[in-house]
């Protein structure tokens, strides 16, 4: 009986050049979350199976590949209706909190995302500090501004509190992927726990915005 007939290798798709760069971006992203910043391009390369040459064709040295790393892992996940959500007084103020920051933990709460950010502090690299000012302008400043503005006689909040929320919210996704400790399956309750915490504690809301 005739075996199986052998068809000649196809020969490998030419990239484009923008995919070639996507490409190579997203394998970065998977690289760095692995080894961490430190991680030799020509190692990468390797991976990816293409020359350092080419690699360096698309990104002239490897900070322009960790920025494009940064913007593909950070800035490209938050999205700007997030601010128009927070802002929005016709609705309550605990459901437009727990609104962004449901939709910021499904983008953040991945491998990638957080091992990356890890890396990046141990590395003493700028791309936290660039991120956490971003995040500060964008969304929590914001953030904070509506809650003084929803509390009985506007009463002052610290961006202090603002964080220690944020930071008690992410540090769940910390334990997932960089601890690899369990954690709830859905964060959504453990979110509006610790949102409703926050606001009991720190301001008293009335009025239309009232949390409940």
Known sequence: M???????????????PAERRSQIVDAAVAFFAEVGLEGRTRDLSARLGIGQSLLYKYFESKEALIEAVFERVYLDRLRPEWRDWLCDRTVPLRTRMLRFYTAYTEAIFTYEWMRIFMFSGLAKAKLNARYLAHLHAAFLEPM?????AASDAHAAVEMEDIWNLHGGIVYIGIRRFVYQTP????????IERAIDRFLSDVVS????????
Request: no cysteine.
């Open 2 to 16: 005739p075996g199986p007939e052998l068809r000649p290798p196809q020969p490998k798709r030419r990239l484009k």
């Open 144 to 148: 904070r501004l509506e809650i003084a």
């Open 183 to 190: 954690t709830p399956p859905d964060v959504g309750p453990a």
């Open 205 to 212: 809301v009335t009025g239309p915005s009232h949390p409940r």
